[in-house]
């Protein structure tokens, strides 16, 4: 493991921002540039509502890069209808800071869907599971002297949390938007230790996401969306994305974080049951003058769980 420089390396100053802190702040949740197609992550009552149609998924982003210890972020999840009305899947987030930071969130979703319309649905969901929360101190050298002299990183940390989380989602072949906090129960991974206040705290976080598709002609889609999320303690981070489905096939477009990226995304329907995508931000804020930028790729793959959907071709899945 590389040795972290408490005055150069920013590793150690992003390790401070979540673990030493003279109180307690909120901890921000990942981030994604492509949202629309990790939305079982963030939103417990996603659901497509495809009868015998398993729903896979899975994204990968590495932020910031150039910048040493920066995070990185995978995301897996798994859903489908085992009737008219109920929705169950898993979903699993692993977000890890250099070699310091390693947290795993594994669920359980439930949705219950609700028709509420001749083309709408409703859908609420809830999820319950796991965080393990992980660190390692044993690479940190700071100019003061030995890690052991500070209090702050005296020992490693290896804690398990219970969360649980609930949404809703209201949805048709056409657009959808929805309301979600992915964590409702606060968990603090540090505690005060010898008259020093050394917290840092998992937060609520609220995500209220959206999207809509407009038939511009047969073979062109415009397809703009957004995320907001909100966090005691940090400011709103608002995401905002256009893209062009062209053919049912291609997809492209430019996304802008409020004062943070600009972002380029593209994906393929490689077949009618895979879509492949990938993304490129470009840091705005002033961490620029040390990252080129972060990227993202997801994979998402629908499995006809009974062989009933072939001999046609589906309408593709938009969000």
Same mark, same amino acid.
């Given at each position: 493991m590389k040795n972290f420089n408490i005055n150069n390396k920013i590793a150690t100053i992003i390790g401070l921002m979540l673990l030493m802190c003279t109180q307690t702040y909120a901890q921000q949740d990942p981030q994604f540039t492509q949202y629309m197609y990790n939305m079982s992550v963030i939103n417990p009552a996603y #659901?497509?509502?495809e009868q015998d149609i398993l729903n896979i998924g899975g994204l990968y982003r590495s932020q910031w890069v150039g910048v040493e210890g920066a995070p990185e972020t995978a995301t897996f999840f798994a859903h489908a209808p085992v009737s008219e009305? %109920?929705?169950?899947?898993?979903?699993? %987030?692993n977000d890890r800071i250099g070699n310091v930071v390693n947290e795993n969130n594994v669920y359980a979703d439930f949705a219950y869907v609700l028709p509420v319309g =001749?083309?709408?649905?409703?859908? =609420?969901?809830?999820?319950?599971?796991?965080?393990?929360?992980?660190?390692?101190?044993?690479?940190?050298n700071l100019q003061s002297g030995n890690v052991s002299?500070? +209090?702050?990183?005296?020992?490693?940390?290896?804690?398990?949390?219970?969360n649980v989380g609930a949404g809703v989602f209201y949805f048709t072949n056409k657009y959808y938007i929805g309301l979600s906090a992915p964590n409702l129960l606060t968990s603090t991974h540090l505690e005060t230790e010898n008259g020093v206040r050394t917290t840092g705290v998992e937060s609520i976080h609220y995500f209220l996401t959206g999207g809509?598709?407009?038939?511009?002609?047969?073979? =062109?889609?415009?397809?703009p969306a957004f995320m907001l999320r909100g966090v005691e303690g940090a400011p709103?981070? #608002?995401?905002?994305? #256009?893209? %062009?489905? +062209?053919?049912?096939k291609v997809e492209a477009g430019l996304g802008y974080r409020l004062e943070d990226a600009v972002s380029a995304l593209v994906n393929f329907r490689i077949t009618k049951d895979l879509r492949v995508g990938y993304a490129y931000d470009y840091?705005?804020?002033?961490?620029?003058?040390?990252?080129?930028?972060?990227?993202?790729?997801? +994979?998402?793959?629908d499995v006809d769980l009974f062989g009933l959907k072939n001999g046609y071709d589906r309408s593709p899945r938009f969000f």
């Amino acid at each position: 493991m590389k040795n972290f420089n408490i005055n150069n390396k920013i590793a150690t100053i992003i390790g401070l921002m979540l673990l030493m802190c003279t109180q307690t702040y909120a901890q921000q949740d990942p981030q994604f540039t492509q949202y629309m197609y990790n939305m079982s992550v963030i939103n417990p009552a996603y #659901a497509t509502a495809e009868q015998d149609i398993l729903n896979i998924g899975g994204l990968y982003r590495s932020q910031w890069v150039g910048v040493e210890g920066a995070p990185e972020t995978a995301t897996f999840f798994a859903h489908a209808p085992v009737s008219e009305r %109920v929705e169950l899947g898993i979903s699993f %987030v692993n977000d890890r800071i250099g070699n310091v930071v390693n947290e795993n969130n594994v669920y359980a979703d439930f949705a219950y869907v609700l028709p509420v319309g =001749l083309e709408s649905k409703l859908s =609420l969901g809830v999820k319950a599971g796991f965080t393990f929360f992980n660190t390692d101190f044993s690479g940190f050298n700071l100019q003061s002297g030995n890690v052991s002299t500070d +209090i702050a990183f005296n020992e490693n940390i290896n804690q398990t949390f219970p969360n649980v989380g609930a949404g809703v989602f209201y949805f048709t072949n056409k657009y959808y938007i929805g309301l979600s906090a992915p964590n409702l129960l606060t968990s603090t991974h540090l505690e005060t230790e010898n008259g020093v206040r050394t917290t840092g705290v998992e937060s609520i976080h609220y995500f209220l996401t959206g999207g809509y598709v407009f038939d511009i002609n047969d073979n =062109l889609k415009f397809k703009p969306a957004f995320m907001l999320r909100g966090v005691e303690g940090a400011p709103l981070a #608002a995401d905002f994305t #256009a893209n %062009v489905l +062209i053919n049912e096939k291609v997809e492209a477009g430019l996304g802008y974080r409020l004062e943070d990226a600009v972002s380029a995304l593209v994906n393929f329907r490689i077949t009618k049951d895979l879509r492949v995508g990938y993304a490129y931000d470009y840091t705005t804020s002033n961490l620029s003058d040390f990252s080129s930028g972060s990227h993202e790729i997801f +994979i998402l793959f629908d499995v006809d769980l009974f062989g009933l959907k072939n001999g046609y071709d589906r309408s593709p899945r938009f969000f």
